[in-house]
T-cell receptor
Framework: AQKVTQAQTEISVVEKEDVTLDCVYE???????LFWYKQPPSGELVFLIR??????QNEISGRYSWNFQKSTSSFNFTITASQVVDSAVYFC??????????FGTGTRLQVFP | DAEITQSPRHKITETGRQVTLACHQT?????MFWYRQDLGHGLRLIHY???????NKGEVSDGYSVSRSNTEDLPLTLESAASSQTSVYFC??????????????FGEGSWLTVV
């Protein structure tokens, strides 16, 4: 069975702090893909990143970075120098042998000025 | 630009009524999905389709049905709406052919309240 766990229900930080959102996954598939989506207060789901199981290189995109570690089945997301506009619910998701996405329960990030 | 649209965006209905949520995508994607989002559960898969005339049950399919008569549309029907189906519904689509490699794109969501 596939499962995604986001243990942090809610995180609050002050602007300019760094924050890491944790994601732990379970799958028996040898080939799989991991995703992060952002859901701002307006409600839409915004695609952030997709990583495949064969590529463990960390990725950086501006203030966002992702740390994929197969040894611990984790795909953590770090926001550097957080901003108020980063306030949102962030979902980690897993897709294995099909196109179906299995989502975690999400982490609500609140960034205060 | 290609897109995926849902309608209605907001609806209030009464218990027992049949409700249909529309989903239309112009990406020409073969794969389409319906998810519901509830507090504490994240997004859960209701039904999905890999092409015309293909439909499959997801994790929480009871009380819902879908049909796929063309590539662009996957309407979601609540046969007899229940209060437990009050939720936000997201339609999504992706390309086919390479399994899990494809990014799934989501519509803006439909807020359904069953009273």
């Amino acid at each position: 069975a596939q499962k995604v766990t986001q243990a942090q229900t809610e995180i609050s930080v002050v602007e300019k702090e760094d924050v890491t959102l944790d994601c732990v996954y379970e799958t028996r598939d040898t080939t799989y893909y991991l995703f992060w989506y952002k859901q701002p207060p307006s409600g839409e789901l915004v695609f952030l990143i997709r990583r495949n199981s064969f590529d463990e290189q960390n990725e950086i995109s501006g203030r966002y970075s992702w740390n994929f570690q197969k040894s611990t089945s984790s795909f953590n997301f770090t926001i550097t120098a957080s901003q108020v506009v980063d306030s949102a619910v962030y979902f980690c998701a897993l897709s294995g042998s099909t196109d179906k996405l299995i989502f975690g329960t999400g982490t609500r990030l609140q960034v205060f000025p | 630009d290609a897109e995926i649209t849902q309608s209605p965006r907001h609806k209030i209905t009464e218990t027992g009524r049949q409700v249909t949520l529309a989903c239309h995508q112009t990406w020409n994607h073969n794969n389409m999905f319906w998810y519901r989002q509830d507090l504490g559960h994240g997004l859960r898969l209701i039904h999905y389709s890999y092409g015309v005339q293909d439909t499959n049950k997801g994790e929480v399919s009871d009380g819902y049905s879908v049909s796929r008569s063309n590539t662009e549309d996957l309407p979601l029907t609540l046969e007899s709406a229940a209060s437990s189906q009050t939720s936000v519904y997201f339609c999504a689509s992706s390309e086919s052919g390479t399994g899990a490699a494809n990014t799934i794109y989501f519509g803006e969501g439909s807020w359904l309240t069953v009273v």
